[in-house]
Each structure stands twice: as structure tokens, then as C-alpha cells.
């Protein structure tokens, strides 16, 4: 990864952030999974296991930190959270994660884009087979809506809270979000698609739940609408940012590096943002998105390090 | 259809509850699928419209009127829900619905059962492809907690109240529930299960969900935590008893009547009720459950005469 410009210590940050998601990840599924019939789980815990940036989790986390760190600073209300703030908030965050990878399990299906390797392992219907992974993956979903309220429990939310982020959990996953933009995706194949088209799939498939995920650290720290809005809008932006990061990746990285097959998207014949603007054209277009995150921010008073140097390693990364 | 042993005109009573949750249905995907990709919403419509008993949300709804109806006699405190009593309840029901096309969309893959036939029609994959069928189904998941979140706000339920529904729902039909039993069901393929492995299937893939039907409904009209075992006792001893006379009505039905393909289970190699059981056996056994399901009631003082003749048509009936 390449040092963000600011003297913000990303790197060891996201480290830590990646451990205190890992400990809640087998902590929730340890709890989550206990009834679950063996041959349901284990496809669920492999696919959960297999690592990743666990970049929407962090966002939730890194995006409800700020709201409550600007709470004591005394610009807001009292946050929303009381008592227990330390691991709770991961289990929330944690249900992006299942989401995410609910889609990664269906989306590699044979039916879909029919992968054999992701995150540098082969893909769950690889190892346990296309129903177990079409089971496992529709799992996930249910299990995500029980982290929010359990996680939201004991974060000390009312129900009331937990049940709108309940709901926005499921918008941003279902078929106006995410599932749907899974779909646009694969009916794109074979024919190309114009700028905007491209960019109406990237906000459904990817941008959702970024964008999202934003939304569900402000709103589990009790931020007002108007900051709500603008956590989803840096979140829909980091995500354009990703995604056009992630296009460029797929042409110039390799596979060993990425942990998935490079050049999958020419192959495939698919619309990328770097084959409808070139590769320069591409990066300019990310660095404009990370930076129109960032200004979303900062209109009220969230742009802290942390959240700033997400923004610039969307676009600086190199896998 | 025979016709129940008591007065009680359960056909017609039927023919109403079907025609209500058809009009909650249209109206409901009206306004979730607005914002939905045509592509995704075809099949979901599509899988939604094939018709079919609807007797999940009925169950719900009868659950709901019943506690309701009980209240008004004096017998509990206030109901849970003030204002439209009307069509809302039929909204949270139709979630139930949802979440049983979404399992049979999937059990019906190229992957699963592989059939070309659901109720009459052919299934969602043979109209609009694997990868369509795929995404709708689990499309499905987030919009049935939508409906009971937003059917729960119309109906006038707290949040807290609506999120409880949810977690319900969510628990049934997740991995510990519903999707549990359909890996549990699909792995049982090629080998003989025997009479507690086979109820264990059932109690997860077809009783979670009609449990937490009548679960659910007691909820939204406020019942005490003795009411929703009770309901939910009937609801998973009705399960039963229907899936014992559905695998009756697979060896001894005819495929125009049934709408699927008779022979199916035997053809499969599959255990069921009658193959472990025999026929009679399997009759007495589904009669021995639904007298189960009545007695539930009766000692919480619901056993009103839908209920009763629900429970005597899921054994009586001959499709």
C-alpha cells in the first residue's frame, strides 16, 4: 500500500481495525451459527474466513467513531450509543460483511461469473459445491438483519434504531441496491455499456453498500439526518472511487498480487471505467470522486483523518 | 377440497383470505419494485404471481384476527395495533410469502431439485434463465423484512415492536430455520433418512416458516409471550401434518391436479412420511398432528373456527 499523503498513520490503523473485525467475526459467528445444521455453516464460515479487506465493516466503524468523537466535542446531541461502545459496534459493522459476502458467493457462482479463485482461495461452490454455496450465500442475508439487532442490542440501541437500520440494511442490499445492481452487471455482459450505464451499476452494485455502511456507523452513533446524508455520500463516492481503482487494477496488476484471475473484465468483454475513459482518464475520475467524499465530509465537520485517508487509498491502493 | 367435519364454511372463508392477500400482494410489489431494475423485478413478480395457496400469510392473518378477536372479548389487555386494522396485517403476511417463493425459486434450480414445473407454471429459471432466477430469489430476503417493517408501520406497530418481527422472521427463516432444512433435505438425497431425520428436515424447511406465521400475526396484534407458543406450536404442528399429505399427495396425486410433477420423491429416491410410514401410517400420523395443532390452541382459548378448520384441511385436502 502506498503512504497516504497526510502524515496519518493508515497502514497500522486498518491493521488494527482489521483484527478488532476479525475477533468480532468469530465471535458472532461462533454465537449466530451454534443452530445452524454443519453443512449450512461451514460454507458460510469459509466463505466469511477467507479474508479481504473488510473495508465496509471498517467504514461502519470508522464512520460512527467520528460522529461520537464530534458528539464530545459538543456539536451534537448526546450519541446515540450508551454504556458498552467497545466490540458491539463490530457486530453491526460486521453485517455489511456478511452481505458483501453473500454477494461474492453468488457472483462467482457458475451461473454468474463462474470464478474459480477469490481473495487467493478457491470460491466456496468450488470446494462445497454449487447448492451449498447457493444455500450459504442466501444465508447470509438473514444472519446480517440478526447481527444488526444483536449487535444494535448490545450496543444499547433502542429497538426502534435498530429497526431502521434494519431497514436500511436491507434497501442497500436488496434488488434496488445491491442485488439489483448484481443484476445489471451480468445482463451487461456481451454488449457495452456508455458511461452512465456503467456508473448506474457501480452505485447499485458496489455503492450501496459503501454508502451504506457509512450510514449505519452514523446512525448507530445517533448523527442527524443531515449528517447521515453526507456519511452516505462519501460512502457512495469512496465506492466509485474503489470500483474505478478496482477496473484499473484488473488491467494492470497481476493475479498473484490481486488474489483473483487478472484481466477477467477484458476477457469477459465487460465495460470498465478505464476501456470507456483510458487508464489516465480513469485515475483522474477516481481522484475526483475520493475527493468529492472527502468534501461531503468536511460540510459537516467529519472529515477526520482516518475518514480522509480512506478516501485517498481508494485510489492509491495496489490491490 | 372435502369439506370440513365442523359448519364452518372454510372454502369460502378461504376464497376471501386468498382474494385479500392477491390485492395486498399487487399492491405491495407496486410500491417495493418501484425502484427495482425491470430485469430483477420480472421474475419476482413472475415467481410472486404463480398463485398457489397463499397459506402462509393466511395463517398469519387468521393468527392476527383470532388474538384480535379475543382481546375484544376481554380476555387480553389492549391490542397491539390502533388504526387501519385492515389491509396492513395483509402486508406483514405477505412477507411469509415472500420468503416461501424465494425458497422455492431456489429449491427449484438446475442445482436442487431441478424442476420444470411449479404450481402449473413453468418454474422462474425456465422463463428467465439461472442467473435471473438466482438473484430474484434472494432478492426476496430483504424484501420481505421491508414489508414487515413498512405493512408493521401502516398497521401502526412501534418500531421496537417491528423489529422483534423481523428478528422472528429472520431467525425462521435463515440458516437455523428454512434454509437450514433446505440443505439438510437436499444433502439426504441418495441416502434413506429415518423417521426423527426426516421430521428434523421438516421441522426446519417447511414448519420454521408456518410456525412463525402464526407467530408473527399474534405479535402484531399484541398477543402474550403463552399466545405465540401456542401459535407457534399450531403453526409448526400444522406444518407437519401438511407436509406428511403433501408427500401423500406426491405418490398418490396426478400431475394436472398437483401442478408439479407427481412421482417426484419416489422418482428421487427421496424418504417421506409414506415410504417410512405407509400410507395409512402417514394419514395417521398428519391426523395425530393436527389434533396437536387444535389442542395449542385450545388451552390458550383460540381455537376458533378457522383455526380448527385450517388444521383439518391440511390433512383432508386433495392438492
Redesign the interface.
Known amino acids: 500500500m502506498s503512504t497516504p499523503a497526510s502524515a496519518f498513520d493508515l497502514k497500522s490503523y486498518l491493521d488494527a481495525e482489521w483484527g478488532a473485525v476479525e475477533m468480532a467475526r468469530r465471535e458472532l459467528c461462533a454465537r449466530l451459527?451454534r443452530?445452524?445444521?454443519t453443512?449450512?455453516?461451514e460454507p458460510?464460515e469459509y466463505a466469511l474466513d477467507a479474508g479481504g479487506k473488510r473495508l465496509r465493516p471498517i467504514l461502519c466503524v470508522v464512520a460512527y467513531r467520528a460522529v461520537r468523537e464530534r458528539a464530545e466535542r459538543g456539536a451534537d446531541g448526546p450519541a446515540g450509543a450508551e454504556g458498552g461502545v467497545g466490540a458491539a459496534i463490530y457486530e453491526i459493522a460486521m453485517a455489511l460483511e456478511f452481505i458483501h459476502t453473500?454477494s461474492l458467493i453468488?457472483d462467482d457462482?457458475p451461473?454468474?461469473d463462474d470464478d474459480d479463485l477469490r481473495r487467493g482461495l478457491p470460491t466456496t461452490h468450488r470446494v462445497f459445491?454449487?447448492?451449498?454455496a447457493?444455500?450459504?450465500?442466501?444465508?447470509l442475508?438473514?444472519?446480517a438483519?440478526?447481527a444488526v439487532?444483536e449487535g444494535g442490542a448490545r450496543l444499547g440501541l433502542?429497538?426502534?434504531?435498530?429497526?431502521?437500520l434494519?431497514?436500511a440494511?436491507?434497501?442497500a442490499?436488496?434488488?434496488?441496491g445491491m442485488?439489483?445492481g448484481?443484476?445489471?452487471d451480468?445482463?451487461a455482459e456481451g454488449r457495452t455499456l456508455d458511461l452512465v450505464e456503467l456508473q448506474g451499476v457501480h452505485q447499485?452494485k458496489t455503492g450501496a453498500l459503501l454508502a451504506v455502511a457509512t450510514r449505519l456507523g452514523g446512525m448507530a452513533a445517533g448523527a442527524d439526518p443531515r449528517t447521515l446524508d453526507a456519511l452516505e455520500t462519501y460512502g457512495a463516492a469512496l465506492g466509485l472511487a474503489f470500483q474505478i481503482a478496482d477496473d484499473i487494477l484488473d488491467l494492470t496488476g497481476d493475479t498473484s498480487r490481486l488474489g483473483k484471475v487478472a484481466g477477467r473484465d477484458q476477457e469477459l468483454g465487460k465495460a470498465t471505467y478505464p476501456s470507456l475513459l483510458g487508464v489516465d482518464g480513469a485515475r483522474y475520475k477516481a481522484r475526483l470522486e475520493a475527493e468529492r467524499a472527502v468534501e461531503a465530509l468536511r460540510d459537516v465537520g467529519l472529515d477526520t483523518p482516518p475518514l480522509r485517508a480512506l478516501a485517498l487509498y481508494a485510489v492509491e491502493r495496489d490491490r
Chains 1, 2 share one sequence.
Not at 173 to 176: D, E, F, K, P, Q
Open positions: 451459527l443452530d445452524i445444521p453443512a449450512v455453516a458460510v453473500y453468488h457462482l451461473c454468474m459445491g454449487v447448492p451449498a447457493t444455500i450459504a450465500g442466501a444465508a442475508i438473514p444472519l438483519c440478526r439487532d433502542e429497538p426502534a434504531r435498530r429497526a431502521e434494519i431497514q440494511l436491507c434497501l442490499a436488496g434488488a434496488a442485488i439489483g448484481q443484476w445489471l451480468l445482463a447499485r
